[in-house]
């Protein structure tokens, strides 16, 4: 008799705990799972527009993957001198509750010279900070920080040998889906 008490007892408390933890579970599943947004400085140059996928890995971590497409020119002695197209491409995980994350990833940009055959490449670290919403539709935010390994220490702000803008700050914001 006691022994199918207890078991009674076991079975009501996991029936109600795999309630409450498919409730949960619903609500993971509600956050939005892209993010387009345009970001200024940067892996982008000067400016880009920029495409997220976000994967959810638990309920306090976010995986993202981001592309997008930017402009940004070469600084030669005190003036602006050829075009560059950019195209960041990142991997970065999310850490937080709620809409407050803290990221921290990896990062590598591919400028392309539209005067010359030439290109320059640069890898990095991505720390940063997002607001991300919890429900589609809504304002997504992003302030990051990087520096490339080939930075030009001496402006802060250019790559080594081709003196390309790179700004080692990044604001990003835009919708997310």
């Known amino acids: 008799m006691q022994k199918s008490i207890v078991f009674y007892l076991f079975f009501i408390l996991i ?4 309630n409450i933890a498919a409730q949960d579970i619903k609500f993971f599943n509600q956050r939005p799972i892209k993010n387009v947004f345009i970001g200024i400085g940067g892996d982008g140059g000067m400016g880009s527009i920029n495409q997220e996928k976000l994967r959810l890995m638990s309920f306090e971590l976010l995986m993202i993957q981001k592309i997008g497409l930017g402009y ?12 560059y197209i950019s195209i960041p491409a990142n991997l970065t995980f999310a850490i937080g509750k709620r809409n407050h994350m803290f990221e921290v990833g990896v990062g590598t940009t591919i400028f392309l010279n539209l ?8 890898l ?9 919403p919890l429900k589609s539709k809504k304002v997504f935010f992003r302030l990051c920080f990087m520096i490339p390994s080939n930075l030009d220490f001496d402006t802060y702000f250019t790559l080594k040998n081709t003196n390309t803008i790179f700004t080692p700050i990044s604001i990003g914001i835009g919708r997310s889906f």
């Open 15 to 18: 029936s109600s705990l795999n």
């Open 72 to 83: 940004s020119k070469q600084f030669v002695g005190d003036s602006l001198y050829g075009n």
């Open 115 to 122: 005067k010359d055959p030439t290109y320059q490449f640069c």
């Open 124 to 132: 990095y670290p991505i720390f940063g900070y997002r607001i991300q």
